[in-house]
């Protein structure tokens, strides 16, 4: 089978949190949720689709698949994709292993397994050596920015109305952790996630503050991400859990982080590291190890679908990240959709869901 041709969409959604739109940078808000999804056509008449990272670099990721990867993919033979992917890796190791190119590479990988699914016939968790005896997946709240603490206690009553039995801040004050564990109770499980804001000695006081809070995690506290010494030396320093994974580019990296016992988890993503061939990998890695590992995937599209599939194959219990908004419209319709807060694992062929192409047409940023 070959690839014919592939395309790379950007889309801007509109979403409601429950909240007045999350800040972003430089004083502004963020009123769109921004993605990159990428179609690959085949010879075959199978399309598969996939989803690179993008956020704030959605022009650049787009730039990539476009005008780099898909003229070095398109007429290649993908019945095996781990070898086209390893020669691809290779071809573009002198731009960086982590970035948008690595970006465009995941989500072609992500495609290409959608498309094998489909010309066999089978499920990804399937064909990952799931026994299919783990059909849905608990998807715990991963709240956008809230900045108050009212905003804080609203939200966290939305969510476990919606049925949802755990929840994960992105803030970065006592106030606002304190305002979340009094509104969710002492047996939901809570996280926080500082998106790397903190120097170590800082990242050493925040966790002892917020000891009475319970975290469940308190995930990537330092800047930069991949200065695993420090994330150890915390690691030591603290009793809270330390989780981090999303920003490694790849499997070497996640091997680093391992060796220095860095993490209590580890996250890493399909859209950033590769897509579901090196992001299984990972996952195996952190598994034989003893390590939990949860996949980074707050993501609405094929990238939150192909960890469902790979958490349907994991020996280990895990939870999938949501992040917790309602969209305008939805690319994937119910798949993407958490029902009483879990996520259904597609069993149809390949990612096993319907991209719906009118709301592609209608969100893609010109
Ligand atoms: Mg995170």
């Keep these: 089978m070959k690839i014919t041709k592939i395309e790379a969409f950007h889309l801007a959604i509109p979403f409601d949190h429950g909240a007045p739109p999350p800040s972003q940078g430089a004083g502004g808000v963020r009123t769109t949720m921004d993605s990159v999804y990428i179609r690959v056509d085949t010879d075959a008449g199978i399309t598969g689709w996939g989803e690179c990272f993008g956020f704030a670099c959605c022009p650049?990721?787009?730039?990539?698949?476009?005008?780099?990867?898909?003229?070095?993919?398109?007429?290649?033979?993908?019945?095996?994709?781990?070898?086209?992917?390893?020669?691809?890796?290779?071809?573009?190791?002198?731009s960086g292993r982590n970035g948008p190119l690595i970006f465009a590479l995941s989500g072609l990988d992500i495609a290409l397994w959608d498309v094998a699914g489909m010309a066999r016939g089978e499920p990804i968790h399937k064909m990952l050596g799931s026994t299919g005896a783990r059909t849905s997946v608990p998807a715990y709240a991963s709240l956008m920015r809230l900045d108050t603490p009212e905003n804080v206690t609203k939200v966290c009553g939305d969510v476990l109305a919606r049925g949802y039995r755990a929840v994960k801040l992105h803030?970065?004050?006592?106030?606002?952790?304190?305002?979340?564990?009094?509104?969710?109770?002492?047996?939901?499980?809570?996280?926080?996630?500082?998106?790397?804001?903190?120097?170590?000695?800082?990242?050493?006081?925040?966790?002892?503050?917020?000891?009475?809070?319970?975290?469940?995690?308190?995930?990537?506290?330092?800047?930069?991400?991949?200065?695993?010494k420090a994330l150890a030396n915390l690691r030591t320093a603290t009793k809270t859990p330390i989780a981090a994974g999303e920003n490694l580019g790849n499997l070497l990296d996640v091997e680093r982080i391992l060796d220095a016992n860095a993490v209590d988890v580890v996250q890493p993503d399909p859209i950033k590291m590769g897509g579901i061939t090196e992001c299984w990998k990972a996952l195996c890695m952190a598994q034989e190890r003893g390590v939990q590992?949860?996949?980074?995937?707050?993501?609405?599209?094929p990238g939150l679908i192909a960890a469902l599939h790979m958490i349907g194959a994991m020996e280990q219990e895990c939870m999938a990240e949501f992040y917790y908004a309602d969209l305008a419209d939805w690319p994937l319709g119910e798949a993407s959709i958490p029902r009483n807060g879990s996520l259904r694992i597609p069993d149809g062929p390949g990612l096993g869901v319907q991209v719906n192409e009118d709301v592609i047409a209608k969100y893609r940023v010109a």
Excluded at 74 to 83: A, E, L, P, T
Excluded at 293 to 301: K, L, M, N, V
Aim: glycine share 4%; proline share 8%.
């Design 171 to 228: 803030e970065r004050t006592l106030e606002t952790v304190a305002a979340a564990r009094k509104a969710l109770g002492d047996d939901t499980p809570l996280m926080l996630d500082t998106n790397c804001t903190w120097d170590l000695a800082t990242s050493k006081r925040m966790a002892q503050e917020m000891a009475p809070y319970n975290l469940a995690w308190l995930e990537e506290p330092l800047f930069p991400p991949d200065d695993y």
């Design 293 to 301: 590992a949860e996949p980074h995937s707050p993501w609405y599209g």
């Design 60 to 94: 650049v990721t787009h730039f990539a698949i476009q005008r780099v990867i898909a003229p070095m993919a398109v007429g290649r033979n993908c019945d095996d994709i781990g070898s086209l992917m390893f020669e691809l890796h290779r071809r573009v190791q002198s």
